[in-house]
């Protein structure tokens, strides 16, 4: 209820009518990887929703934990898709953002950070597809509001200085973690597939399976934030824990978010496949398929494929 | 904040229903977090205002804070909580996807919140005997992809299955658009596990289809709102996914003669897996929004037909073509091909979005919104629901399950205003007394929790003794979702703060 507001926030107040508008029914959250990885319904969209009407209205207090829920967001836009009442929620989070870092907020929440090692190469200002890195008095800087935590600098920074410092699942330590936990865990397992958050992957989304279905599972799917992110230890981890190959999905390369992130994709598999074939390795146990926003089917009929050819290939020996 | 527009509209006296604690003002103990710790670990605890805030929400108009949330893994978990919150007198509100539409998982007297979200394990998927055994966090859509492979479906499905879990559509008996021939919740639900108020834990029902042994306690716990236990497993059946679906649609320029046709359609043997009726005020907002070009008639009906032989399909889809036509209907079409089907569906799946864009000042309501009627009444109650709307100046469109009874709305007011308030409880009152007078039901989906316990009240009111008294013994200090059902307070506007900014 709307008794003392919080007039400072003045880019989130043009935003009032669509808080109202959104009819909280919570469809958003389903696929929204903060709330995949925490499970916590506080981090899912529309929690962020009820967060900037709470400030908006003053009802509830402005601290390092409410701003921080507004940070957080990897920007997939996967939440806009599924609303029911047409609210482009990255707009509100992106305003919202505005307003927190007038008043001295700037989370980090899932914004990519410099460490102090950095060594200024500045690849990473070149390369960030939002133009959300500049280089200032202070060393590299990071404009809070503008950066979308696709990871593209993560991936890009030579001297490992460029981080996002919560990564709710998608950064490189947790899909390698992930991943040799499957394969540890599963003698059935073989192969490792790293979908990119826009492919639907053709899974639950948040129940789990009896162990007597999931016992023989013969793959896995991981979700990141962009296929142009992955980095070569994540790829590669996999085949150094037995498994068969590793499928990769991107979006068509005229429909990334990320401006290239499927072209920059396909370019470091066609490395790695190389480096596959000097060590005797067959390439084709590393893939890339293009799969257009919500094609689960398709998705899932790559599996299938990919699946069956490393049958036919057979475990690396 | 709390609304105050004067006198109270009364539906009868608080006194007979009341919940006697919270009346009584008898204080609660202070909750202590490091119990919880102790029970839950601190990875599933949450006490930030940042977080309850969120929590205090759900997709109704309703908004309170709770004191804390904790996220059990196993029963135990559930039980220890039960038995601390017992002696404690804390409330404890159990919540699913949280996407319930009257208030049921809004704490209104504090407490704490119980997200059984991560008790979401299929157990078992029992083929021979058709049943299968979850958690009540299991999402509905997730637990359909599961026995998707096997060609089995779970048909209760509301609308909200992508987030629904089983235990929320258990406590709701939620049911969708197939509910006409696969009935609710409560048809699928064969046992349950569920701890009780007090900690102890109990084995409802059976694995069978029919069971005559003794009270259906699970049958009692179904629609219970999460006011006498928690199910934290619950047994289910299902049924096979139908090889042919077909879908129609027909116009009708009267209201009265889409009612007629759904009338004769219930009543000729034809059995329907959908049959929903669309007014008029939605196919203009559709179209206002959404550009789709519907006829502007004054109502539609798309039915459909399923099943495993083509020529049992054809024979019910033929049945209910014929009768719409016998009462005027028009532009009759119907298809096999999931695309033209999906077509046919498109008015009534865009709806919701369309009704949320209709104007910018004007927002989409979960209010009076799931009320059933007799078939032959669903054609008087749309028109009822459009006259009493504009006599009130808000906007409300009438659509639904009509094959259940089940007539869906959705009011559209400016929220900020006070007025449109006092206007919508106006017409909430307006409408639930035709309904009433007509034998129909306050909620035939989504429950009652806080939005619509007025007209519940009045409906159930020689029961309501009984039902206290149910409440009270399986829970005797009252601590389990209260102030829910025939606890809630007589007017909806004030029980709680509303989730909108309304103007001072």
Redesign the interface.
Known sequence: ???KKATRFNHLQKW??T???C?????C??HCPLFKFT????DAP??KL??A??L??G???L?E??A??LFNCFYCRRCEA?????VTLTDVFTDAKKDLVEMGYTGPGTTSITEAYCAQCLLCVQSCPHEARSHGENGIETDPVKCQSCGICVEICPAEAAKIVHTFGTGKADLIDASNRFLDTHTSAKAIVFACNWSYYP????????E??THDRDYEIYVNMCAGRLETETLMAPFINHAWGVLVSCCPEDDCQHKDGGKRAKKQVTRLQSILKSLDIDPERLQIVEIPNGDKTLFQAEIDTFIDRLNALGPIT | MALNFGPVYEMMPSSATGNERHQKGIPMKRMDVSKLREIFGEENIKTDPSDLYAFGSDSSVHHAMPWAVVRPDNTEQVQKLMVYANQALIPVIPRGGGSGMCGQTVPIQGGIVLDMKHMNRILEINMPDVYCRVEPGVVDDDLNLALKSYGMFYPPTPASSRIATIGGEIANNASGVRSVKYGATRDAVLGMKVVLPTGELVTLGAHTRVEATGYQLHKLMVGSEGTLGIVVEATLNFVPIPEYRCMGIANFDLLADAGAAIGEIMASGAIPSMLELVDSVAIKAVNKTMNLGLKEVAASLIFEADGMVKEAVDYEINKMKEICKKHRGSDITTSYDPKERAKIFMGRKKLFPALSKYDDCLSSTSLADDMAVPYSKMAEMAGKIHEVAEKNNIIMTAYGHCGSGCMHTKILMDTKQPDQWASARKAITEIYEYVRSVNGTTSAEHGIGLSKAASFKVEKADSLKLLQTIKLALDPNNILNPGKLMQAPDDWVTATGLRYAVNN
């Open positions: 209820m709307e008794t009032e009518s808080l109202s508008a009819i909280r029914c919570g469809y959250f389903e499970g916590w319904e506080s529309r929690a009820i967060t009407f709470g908006l209205s009802e509830l207090e601290s934990t409410s921080d829920k599924a609303c029911s009442s047409g899974d639950l989304q948040a129940s789990r399976l009896p007597s279905e």
